[in-house]
């Protein structure tokens, strides 16, 4: 069993705009995303459908891949000197019992960034044809709830269509000048 601690960095690009536009730009920015109150971290297993928990809680997060969020505020109180914060590590186990394990997880940069880790499986264990074969399972199962979400996105819109307002029909009109009058036909 083998224990290390990653670090992760946020990979958020900040413009610098000009003085005079930092206020309405900032208001736009706040106003479009709103007030950011977490930080979230992607777990990623190679192959996909691994277990996840959490080291010392014994937490049940799901099956990989999954998004933990982290609150903001509480998430502070973990910040170290090196500006990093520091959140219970996972054990990753694939179907095969092949497992992995990282005690700590250093987030380094925004309290409400967004981050990923990936967690490989061991090459030395037996049995990967077990863990390929439920990693295809699990892409299928994935793949299948994007075609009924998109299905049911079709029928939503399909319902909110019947209540929209119907179209107006377009007026088309010719104008003539006849002596000192114009003279405008509609149709």
Partial sequence: ?????????????????????????????????GCATQASLTVYSQPEGAYITEIGTGRVYGVAPLTVAYDA????????????????????????GAK???ETVAICG?????????????AD????????????????????QQQAQAAQDAAAAAILRTFAPPSATPVRCTSRQVGSTVQTTCN
């Fill in 1 to 33: 069993m083998r224990s290390e601690n990653l670090m992760f960095h946020d990979t958020t690009l900040l413009a610098k705009p000009h003085t005079m536009n930092r206020i309405p730009l900032f208001l736009l920015a706040f106003l479009l995303t």
């Fill in 73 to 96: 505020a509480p998430l502070f109180a973990t910040k170290q000197p090196d500006g990093c914060f520091r959140v219970l590590g996972f054990e990753v186990r694939w179907v095969s």
């Fill in 100 to 102: 992995a394990t990282l």
């Fill in 110 to 122: 925004s309290a409400t960034g967004t981050y990923n880790i990936t967690f490989s499986r061991p």
């Fill in 125 to 144: 264990f037996p049995d990967i044809e077990k863990d390929l074969q439920f990693a295809l399972q699990v892409q299928t199962v994935r793949a299948q």
